[in-house]
Protein backbone atom coordinates (compact mmCIF):
# COMPACT_ATOMS: atom_id res chain seq x y z
CA UNK A 1 0.00 0.00 0.00
CA UNK A 2 1.10 3.00 -0.92
CA UNK A 3 2.27 5.90 2.20
CA UNK A 4 -0.38 7.87 3.01
CA UNK A 5 0.15 11.34 2.57
CA UNK A 6 -0.85 14.27 4.87
CA UNK A 7 -4.12 15.74 3.95
CA UNK A 8 -4.28 19.80 2.93
CA UNK A 9 -6.80 22.34 2.43
CA UNK A 10 -8.79 22.14 -0.99
CA UNK A 11 -7.84 25.14 -2.79
CA UNK A 12 -10.75 27.95 -3.20
CA UNK A 13 -12.21 27.31 -6.49
CA UNK A 14 -14.94 29.40 -8.48
CA UNK A 15 -17.32 26.48 -9.72
CA UNK A 16 -19.47 28.61 -10.79
CA UNK A 17 -17.25 30.47 -13.28
CA UNK A 18 -15.47 26.96 -14.52
CA UNK A 19 -18.60 24.89 -14.55
CA UNK A 20 -18.52 20.96 -14.77
CA UNK A 21 -17.00 18.95 -16.80
CA UNK A 22 -19.49 18.13 -19.36
CA UNK A 23 -19.10 14.84 -17.66
CA UNK A 24 -15.16 13.98 -19.61
CA UNK A 25 -14.55 12.65 -15.12
CA UNK A 26 -16.37 9.55 -16.67
CA UNK A 27 -14.00 9.09 -18.97
CA UNK A 28 -11.18 8.31 -16.84
CA UNK A 29 -13.17 7.74 -13.85
CA UNK A 30 -15.59 5.38 -11.89
CA UNK A 31 -18.80 5.71 -10.08
CA UNK A 32 -18.36 3.21 -7.18
CA UNK A 33 -21.60 1.20 -6.64
CA UNK A 34 -22.86 2.35 -3.19
CA UNK A 35 -25.52 -0.31 -2.49
CA UNK A 36 -25.21 -3.92 -3.48
CA UNK A 37 -27.63 -5.92 -3.83
CA UNK A 38 -27.94 -9.43 -2.07
CA UNK A 39 -24.47 -11.71 -2.89
CA UNK A 40 -25.69 -15.32 -2.88
CA UNK A 41 -26.78 -15.90 0.82
CA UNK A 42 -26.15 -16.17 4.41
CA UNK A 43 -22.38 -18.37 4.19
CA UNK A 44 -21.26 -15.13 1.91
CA UNK A 45 -22.25 -12.60 3.61
CA UNK A 46 -20.09 -14.27 6.99
CA UNK A 47 -17.26 -14.75 4.46
CA UNK A 48 -17.79 -10.95 3.92
CA UNK A 49 -17.44 -10.28 7.49
CA UNK A 50 -14.01 -10.98 7.37
CA UNK A 51 -12.57 -9.02 5.22
CA UNK A 52 -14.63 -6.17 5.74
CA UNK A 53 -14.82 -3.60 8.64
CA UNK A 54 -17.71 -1.53 10.31
CA UNK A 55 -16.08 2.35 9.66
CA UNK A 56 -14.45 3.46 6.55
CA UNK A 57 -10.78 3.96 6.84
CA UNK A 58 -9.24 7.86 6.15
CA UNK A 59 -8.48 8.25 2.58
CA UNK A 60 -5.49 10.99 3.01
CA UNK A 61 -5.02 12.94 -0.27
CA UNK A 62 -3.28 15.75 -1.19
CA UNK A 63 -4.58 17.56 -3.67
CA UNK A 64 -2.43 20.35 -6.05
CA UNK A 65 -2.27 24.50 -5.97
CA UNK A 66 -5.25 26.02 -7.45
CA UNK A 67 -3.89 27.48 -10.48
CA UNK A 68 -2.85 23.37 -11.52
CA UNK A 69 -6.38 22.50 -10.74
CA UNK A 70 -7.33 24.82 -13.11
CA UNK A 71 -5.13 24.70 -16.07
CA UNK A 72 -6.14 20.58 -15.41
CA UNK A 73 -9.91 21.81 -15.87
CA UNK A 74 -9.08 23.87 -18.61
CA UNK A 75 -7.68 20.85 -20.67
CA UNK A 76 -9.91 18.37 -20.08
CA UNK A 77 -12.44 20.88 -21.46
CA UNK A 78 -10.81 21.98 -24.41
CA UNK A 79 -10.63 18.11 -25.21
CA UNK A 80 -14.09 17.62 -24.56
CA UNK A 81 -14.51 20.43 -26.82
CA UNK A 82 -12.68 19.06 -29.55
CA UNK A 83 -14.05 15.38 -29.17
CA UNK A 84 -17.45 16.86 -29.80
CA UNK A 85 -16.39 18.73 -32.75
CA UNK A 86 -14.95 15.46 -34.52
CA UNK A 87 -11.51 16.49 -34.36
CA UNK A 88 -8.80 14.68 -33.10
CA UNK A 89 -7.17 14.94 -30.13
CA UNK A 90 -5.59 13.01 -26.99
CA UNK A 91 -5.60 14.19 -23.09
CA UNK A 92 -3.22 12.33 -20.58
CA UNK A 93 -4.30 12.35 -17.06
CA UNK A 94 -2.07 10.95 -14.28
CA UNK A 95 -2.99 9.80 -10.71
CA UNK A 96 -2.64 13.33 -9.13
CA UNK A 97 -4.91 14.33 -12.14
CA UNK A 98 -7.31 12.21 -11.23
CA UNK A 99 -7.60 12.93 -7.44
CA UNK A 100 -7.39 16.59 -8.25
CA UNK A 101 -10.76 16.61 -10.51
CA UNK A 102 -12.36 14.02 -7.95
CA UNK A 103 -11.48 16.76 -5.06
CA UNK A 104 -12.15 19.73 -7.05
CA UNK A 105 -15.35 18.80 -8.85
CA UNK A 106 -19.16 18.58 -8.18
CA UNK A 107 -20.11 15.43 -10.49
CA UNK A 108 -17.01 13.69 -8.34
CA UNK A 109 -18.05 14.72 -4.56
CA UNK A 110 -19.48 10.96 -3.46
CA UNK A 111 -15.80 10.09 -4.73
CA UNK A 112 -13.75 11.91 -2.18
CA UNK A 113 -14.13 9.75 0.98
CA UNK A 114 -14.12 6.46 -1.44
CA UNK A 115 -11.15 6.44 -3.53
CA UNK A 116 -7.59 7.87 -4.03
CA UNK A 117 -5.27 6.93 -6.72
CA UNK A 118 -1.49 6.16 -5.71
CA UNK A 119 0.35 4.73 -9.12
CA UNK A 120 -0.23 4.55 -12.73
CA UNK A 121 1.63 1.42 -14.49
CA UNK A 122 0.03 -1.45 -16.63
CA UNK A 123 -2.81 -1.01 -13.69
CA UNK A 124 -4.42 1.64 -12.32
CA UNK A 125 -3.72 1.21 -8.49
CA UNK A 126 -6.20 2.92 -5.83
CA UNK A 127 -6.79 2.82 -2.11
CA UNK A 128 -10.62 2.57 -1.21
CA UNK A 129 -12.91 2.77 1.06
CA UNK A 130 -15.99 1.02 -0.35
CA UNK A 131 -19.48 1.06 1.80
CA UNK A 132 -20.99 -2.60 0.67
CA UNK A 133 -24.64 -3.57 1.91
CA UNK A 134 -26.49 -6.33 1.81
CA UNK A 135 -30.35 -7.35 2.56
CA UNK A 136 -29.02 -9.22 5.71
CA UNK A 137 -28.12 -7.08 9.11
CA UNK A 138 -30.74 -4.71 8.42
CA UNK A 139 -28.67 -3.53 5.69
CA UNK A 140 -26.31 -1.77 7.77
CA UNK A 141 -23.06 -0.88 5.86
CA UNK A 142 -20.05 -2.10 6.01
CA UNK A 143 -16.67 -1.16 4.64
CA UNK A 144 -14.16 -2.70 2.22
CA UNK A 145 -11.00 -0.88 3.03
CA UNK A 146 -8.64 -1.97 0.64
CA UNK A 147 -6.00 -1.49 -2.09
CA UNK A 148 -7.79 -2.27 -5.72
CA UNK A 149 -6.16 -2.32 -9.07
CA UNK A 150 -8.40 -1.72 -12.10
CA UNK A 151 -8.01 -2.21 -15.90
CA UNK A 152 -8.98 0.20 -18.74
CA UNK A 153 -9.34 -0.34 -21.90
CA UNK A 154 -11.90 -0.12 -24.81
CA UNK A 155 -13.96 -3.18 -25.64
CA UNK A 156 -16.28 -3.04 -28.45
CA UNK A 157 -16.45 0.62 -28.53
CA UNK A 158 -17.26 0.31 -25.11
CA UNK A 159 -14.75 2.42 -22.62
CA UNK A 160 -14.34 -0.14 -19.82
CA UNK A 161 -13.21 0.51 -16.11
CA UNK A 162 -12.75 -2.88 -13.94
CA UNK A 163 -11.87 -3.86 -10.83
CA UNK A 164 -8.79 -6.07 -11.19
CA UNK A 165 -7.46 -7.42 -8.07
CA UNK A 166 -8.80 -6.39 -3.75
CA UNK A 167 -6.16 -6.54 -1.36
CA UNK A 168 -8.28 -5.89 1.69
CA UNK A 169 -6.55 -4.01 4.94
CA UNK A 170 -8.13 -6.41 7.58
CA UNK A 171 -5.66 -9.06 5.73
CA UNK A 172 -8.76 -11.22 5.20
CA UNK A 173 -8.92 -13.01 2.29
CA UNK A 174 -11.56 -12.39 -0.68
CA UNK A 175 -13.55 -15.31 -1.46
CA UNK A 176 -13.00 -16.26 -5.10
CA UNK A 177 -16.63 -15.73 -6.02
CA UNK A 178 -16.88 -12.61 -4.24
CA UNK A 179 -13.91 -11.65 -6.62
CA UNK A 180 -15.48 -12.57 -9.80
CA UNK A 181 -18.43 -11.17 -9.08
CA UNK A 182 -17.21 -7.38 -8.24
CA UNK A 183 -15.14 -8.16 -11.54
CA UNK A 184 -18.12 -9.44 -13.51
CA UNK A 185 -20.18 -6.52 -12.30
CA UNK A 186 -17.78 -3.46 -12.22
CA UNK A 187 -17.56 -1.65 -15.93
CA UNK A 188 -17.76 1.54 -13.70
CA UNK A 189 -17.58 3.36 -16.87
CA UNK A 190 -20.69 2.00 -18.48
CA UNK A 191 -23.45 3.89 -16.09
CA UNK A 192 -22.26 6.79 -18.27
CA UNK A 193 -22.72 5.47 -22.01
CA UNK A 194 -26.55 7.03 -22.21
CA UNK A 195 -25.28 10.22 -20.26
CA UNK A 196 -26.73 13.24 -22.20
CA UNK A 197 -23.59 15.22 -22.63
CA UNK A 198 -21.49 12.28 -22.00
CA UNK A 199 -22.96 9.86 -24.59
CA UNK A 200 -21.76 11.76 -28.04
CA UNK A 201 -17.80 11.85 -26.63
CA UNK A 202 -17.79 7.85 -25.70
CA UNK A 203 -18.57 7.32 -28.53
CA UNK A 204 -15.97 8.98 -30.74
CA UNK A 205 -13.10 7.29 -28.10
CA UNK A 206 -10.85 5.22 -30.15
CA UNK A 207 -8.61 4.22 -27.66
CA UNK A 208 -8.18 4.12 -23.86
CA UNK A 209 -5.02 2.71 -22.48
CA UNK A 210 -2.37 3.00 -19.92
CA UNK A 211 1.23 4.61 -20.59
CA UNK A 212 4.00 6.12 -19.31
CA UNK A 213 2.43 6.51 -15.51
CA UNK A 214 -0.56 8.28 -17.32
CA UNK A 215 -4.10 7.51 -18.32
CA UNK A 216 -4.00 8.12 -22.23
CA UNK A 217 -7.99 9.08 -23.71
CA UNK A 218 -8.08 9.32 -27.32
CA UNK A 219 -10.39 10.66 -30.12
CA UNK A 220 -9.45 10.09 -33.87
CA UNK A 221 -11.41 12.26 -36.21
CA UNK A 222 -13.87 11.64 -38.62
CA UNK A 223 -12.99 8.33 -40.89
Given at each position: ??????????????????????????????????????????????????????????????????????????????????????????????????????????????????VVFDTIDDRLK????????????????RYLNAVMTFKI???????????????????????????????????????????????????????????????????????
Open positions: MADETPAQETPEVNTSKYGCLIGITGLVMFTLVVIWTIYTGYTQNKLIDKFTQDEPMTLEVTYSDTETVFALRDRVRDFGKQVKEGKPSELKLSAQDLNDLIGHEDATMDFRKMARVAMPLQTLFRGGKFELESKQPMLEIDTITPRSGGEIPEGFLNYMRDNSNLLGTFKDHKQLSPILKRISSLKLEDGQVVVTAEGPQ
